[in-house]
């Protein structure tokens, strides 16, 4: 028997629901649709260390201190290399969200959410949605995580996806 598991799932228009706040909408569209801005915009913020850093320590991890340096430095290596604007620029544009439920419902294997427990994260309660939409979707939160569980709790999400995996 097959199963999905997926992590933080989202698809950023859940439920008909754009997650990204209007006001960050209204001005990232135009910066990053305008052909003059558009790579200027991309390297002022993600080709600086401590945009990266900060990132992860507000969004990506429940405890800010325990952001590991290797994480930034991987960030910021793969945010400089070439192209990579491109795979970035539309997430902040809005072009790449869509609603993650209707594929969720046509998914016929038992299906596993694993996602951080840090209740400031808003994936929570997305997840909890997505969770009510099969009666074999089940949701696995890990304690002390919050938007990178699989980097600040490598082993409790190795542990979750074994589990998960066991017959």
């Known amino acids: 028997m097959g199963r999905l598991i997926l992590t933080n799932p989202t698809g950023l228009k859940d439920f008909g629901e754009n997650s990204f706040p209007l006001l960050a909408r209204a001005i990232l569209k135009p ?9 200027a915009f991309y390297r002022a913020l993600f ?16 405890d800010p201190g325990a952001v590991p340096e290797e994480v930034i430095d991987g960030a910021l290596y793969s945010a400089t290399r070439p192209n990579a604007a491109y795979s970035a620029l ?64 490598p082993e409790a999400v190795r542990q979750a996806i074994e589990a998960a995996l066991a017959p």
């Open 47 to 62: 080709h600086r260390r401590g945009f990266i850093a900060n990132w992860y320590r507000q969004q990506g991890f429940a």
């Open 31 to 39: 910066l990053t649709e305008t052909p003059g801005l558009r790579l």
């Open 90 to 153: 539309p997430f902040l544009t809005g072009a790449l969200h869509y609603d993650i439920v209707p594929l969720l419902r046509r998914v016929a294997v038992p299906t596993r959410l694993i996602l951080g427990g840090d209740p400031r994260f808003v994936g929570v309660a997305n997840a909890r949605r997505l969770a009510q939409l099969r009666a074999d979707i089940a949701t696995i939160t890990i304690e002390g995580a919050k938007a990178c569980p699989e980097l600040e709790q």
